[in-house]
């Protein structure tokens, strides 16, 4: 059975996809934000048990953890940034969408007949 999907209903789940996944983008994008500053000051943490004189293992293993938490935090920016472009296709979705259906309807009311009573399956098998 085909699903029946109209321009108007298109449109309203286009442009609430596009808001959702800006609006997770957005949250993502602050998660990351906070992991890089995580690391960072991890990164400090080993610079101060190095300055403490505590053991090699430690200062090196807390270096470590501090470059693979911003590795890990770029990675994240990244995916937000996918998710950003996404919601952007998906806006540019809805615009062509727009352009390309609203000139029908636009040739419908400007008709100088009334279309009312036209049978619409003669007009889908056209």
């Known amino acids: 059975m085909p699903i029946t999907l109209t321009f ?14 800006a609006r997770n983008a957005e949250g993502i994008r602050v998660r990351a934000n906070q992991m890089n500053e995580i690391a960072v000051e ?4 080993a610079e101060a048990l190095s300055a403490l ?7 090196s293993e807390t270096k470590e ?5 911003l590795g890990l935090g770029g990675s994240v920016t990244d995916y937000a940034a996918s998710g950003e472009a996404t919601a952007r296709a998906a806006g540019a979705a809805v615009e062509q969408a727009k352009r ?7 040739q419908f009311n400007r008709a100088p007949v ?5 049978n619409r399956q003669w007009l889908w098998q056209e």
Do not use: C, F, P, W
């Open 42 to 45: 991890t990164a400090r943490v």
């Open 8 to 21: 108007s209903e298109l449109v309203a789940y286009t442009n609430e996809a596009q808001r959702m996944l």
């Open 100 to 106: 390309t259906h609203s000139g029908i309807q636009e």
């Open 114 to 118: 009334d279309l009312s009573n036209v």
């Open 65 to 69: 953890l501090a470059k693979i938490m």
């Open 53 to 59: 004189a505590v053991d090699n293992a430690s200062v």
